[in-house]
């Protein structure tokens, strides 16, 4: 089955920083890929999604890339804000449409 | 409602007890899945239905473990003689068909005493 591995595990960033989140996936078949926002007592909120079809999506402060020969995509969030703390998870899905998650990453955005 | 609802919130049992855990979808939406998290862990798939009927539930961790959708809308997760182990969060997800994007509720904590 699908494995999908999330680094780094926490990341400590100043506000206005950029932060890099990534993750690697073992399913060539994997699809679509949805990164996922988590705040304490919340469940995952979608914050971006990208299809194998697209190397790249953006939206305002956030964008994700796709490389599929590398299998890895990667979350960058740009100028960072206190409001971005939280834990972020990366997710990869195959023809079964099961997600399959990265282990998450605590980023905490320092004012 | 606007997003997806789980109720309750917070359980606390029993070891050996019977629980079920309801998931209201967004509405319209055809597809549901139930997610487990454990403290510090990403979510594992449990199940997914497709209208009424459970299209995958390879998840399921043993038959202790059942989840319905009988009228296509509002699904129940049962867990039988309940463990320790299962004390987790547990989070349903619905999305308008089986491949756009998934939304996730708010989970239900299991507490196995």
């Known amino acids: 089955g699908e494995n999908v591995e999330q680094h780094p595990s926490t990341l400590s960033v100043q506000e206005g920083d950029s932060a890099v989140i990534k993750c690697t996936y073992s399913d060539s078949a994997s699809n679509y890929f949805p990164w996922y926002k988590q705040e304490l007592g919340k469940g995952p909120q979608l914050i971006i999604d990208i299809r194998s079809n697209v190397g790249e999506k953006k939206d305002q402060r956030i964008a994700v890339t796709l490389n599929k020969t590398a299998k890895h995509f990667s979350l960058h969030i740009t100028e960072t804000q206190?409001?971005?703390?939280?834990?972020?998870?990366?997710?990869?899905?195959?023809?079964?449409?099961?997600?399959t998650f990265g282990g998450g990453t605590r980023l905490m955005v320092k004012p | 409602g606007a997003g997806v609802s789980q109720t309750p919130s917070n359980k606390v049992t029993e070891k050996g007890k019977y629980v079920e855990l309801r998931c209201d979808p967004i509405s319209g939406h055809t597809a549901l899945y139930w997610y487990r998290q454990s403290l510090g862990q990403g979510p594992e798939f449990l199940i997914y239905f497709q209208g009424t009927g459970a299209a995958d539930d390879s998840g399921l961790p043993n038959d202790r473990f059942f989840a319905v959708r009988p009228e296509g809308s509002v699904s129940t997760l049962k867990i039988q003689r309940t463990e320790r182990g299962d004390s987790a969060v547990y989070l349903c997800a619905s999305s308008l068909r089986m491949e756009t994007s998934k939304f996730f509720g708010p989970g239900t904590r299991l507490t196995v005493l």
């Open chain 1, 82 to 99: 206190p409001e971005d703390s939280a834990v972020y998870f990366c997710a990869a899905r195959t023809g079964g449409n099961m997600l």
